[in-house]
């Protein structure tokens, strides 16, 4: 199958130094922060592929490289094999990929009604005019289960859930084949969530649709992805097919997020026993040597303090990890 | 055994130019010595007004307007202001969702605990400092000595809540109302968390009441459950109960729409629409234009919580005589 967007060995840094003047008083140089590190993978069409790591992993900068929102500092990222750059030039190519936000309150315009919402792509990309854009729009709002006889209010006159609907129904009005969606339910509540996580495989399926999916909720995560990039301090650690992974965790930071989960099983005390991990993310401006886990990792060696571990086969999953390649874990 | 914390009938207005919203509509809850109780809700439901309710802290223009709060058989919802401050930090503690709000970002944690220990049980500075620096080990900071001379900036997210826990639990109190304590927290870390609150509640015999939209931490920390919905209590049981065998269809249709971590389904059970508004909740039960049982008279009376399989339920599929379920 062909793949629709591929990352080849995608870096992308933030210089965070002080201000020049501040930098000249103190004498001390420039800062940069490297929010992702090599990280590769490719989606094939019609098929998601998840990312999920703790906050300030990286997983948010991959989304907004991965439609071009921010260049790559290098490596490259092509789209049904073009570069990012020269496709993005393309607006035949640019239509052909959107995104879905997090936070439906921030992303609508307050003073926008819905129907100019989710026209903005069309006219933008010149694809219909006149009465052309009413129909669509009303069409758009049904597939999302809105009525068309919505597009003439505003965003304040939704719920949360109803929002997300519109900010989807904007996403797929210049009939892309490609999303990417960055925590699209975490401001929701678990009853509108599941209405929402419905509705995109539905529309996955009917329209052949391509997703990368961002988020920090492995439930959901295993809900909507084929595959699956658990990512710790701008790497991916585990790379893999989704089920492989929930049900044979090896990169022991997978291991780690899979058991901290709260879970309903619990209830009672028929729970797991946890494995009793400790410590917290390190800062990614300053993170430590060797393999990034190493300072909360149980199978932490001398090896892993000083040298960065390459990627493993390890069954059909890719890890980087010492210790599950000398078969330690 | 009498209860630790007894609410009745409390019910919650806010008066606005259009009319008095009911943000809370009697809620009855109990809370035994060393117990933890969980508040369960969608946003909007009333699970932070409860608790907000309890402690006297609601923001205006939100008044108590019926019911009452007991601590120990006493009544604290009409307690003035002086006496009501305390109440809180001696006897009923607090943990809020932003750690970084709740603490004083100009004073040490070490000053912060020294002066919540001073001014509630009436210690020595050589000993409220002592005891400061036991709580950061009991709450697992490391190297506890020296942090706490530290302020709360220099805390990571993680710690700093761990630091807000040991504040809430200094003073000993008898009851601690804990608002999303894991919500602004990573899941690496919210696992660390909710395992400390509940070991050090179960160490000093404290009860908790646990505010969190999270199930999952429901389950793992909680002995009962209040499920909340619209501004009342629609389901308390046991927290098994609550979770694996729901009587309410609210409850039942909320806990089906989460997705599970250890299986896969193709479609995810899902309640359609969203909570009702406070300015336009239906007659009847609140959940009735979104229940797949709804039968005639949840049109038009309010159910109270009633005796149904192993929890307590409002809904009329559970009243005496009822052919329905």
Redo the contacts between chains.
Sequence with gaps: MADVLEAVKVSRSFDVSKPWLQRMLSRSGRRSLRAVDEVSFSIPKGTTLSLVG??GCGKSTVARLAVGLYPPSSGDIRFEGQSLSSARAQPALRRRMNMIFQDPYASLNPRWRVQDIVAEPLRAFGMLRGSAVGDRVGQLLSQVGLSPADGAKYPHEF????RQRISIARALSSEPDFLVCDEPTSAL???????I??LM?ELQTRLGLTYLFIS?N???I??MSDRLGVMYLGRIVEHGPA?AI?TEPRHPYTR????????????????RV?AG??G??PSPIAPPPGCTFHPRCPLANDRCRVERPDYTQAGPVEVACHAVEEGRG | MSALLDVQDLSVDFPTRRGRLHALDRVSLSIQPGEILGVVG??GAGKSLTGAAIIGLLEPPGVIVGGQVSLEGRRIDKLPPEQMRRIRGRQIGAVFQDPLTTLNPLYTVGRQLVETMQTHLGLSDRDAKARAVQWLVDV?IPGAAERVDAYPHEF?G??RQRVVIALALCAEPKLVIADEPTTAL???????V??LLRRLAREHGTAVLLVT?????????CDRVAVMYAGRVIEVG???????RPSHPYTE???A??????A?????????G??PRLNAIPPGCAYNPRCPKVFERCRHDRPNLMPAKETQAACWLYAEGAVHG
């Design positions: 703790e906050s719920s949360g859930g109803q509540d678990v009853s509108v969530q599941a209405q996580l419905n495989r920090h492995l439930s959901v295993r809900h089920e929930f780690l997020l899979l058991d901290a989960i709260p879970d309903l099983d619990a209830a009672g005390g028929v729970g946890r991990v400790g917290e993310v | 969608e946003s697992g990571s993680g710690m990573d899941v690496s870390i919210q696992a660390q909710i395992a939209h999270d199930m999952g931490v429901i389950a793992e920390t046991s927290v098994a109960a609550v979770v694996h249709g909320l806990m729409s989460i997705p599970a971590l250890r896969r389904v193709d479609r995810l059970a899902q309640i359609d969203a909570m």
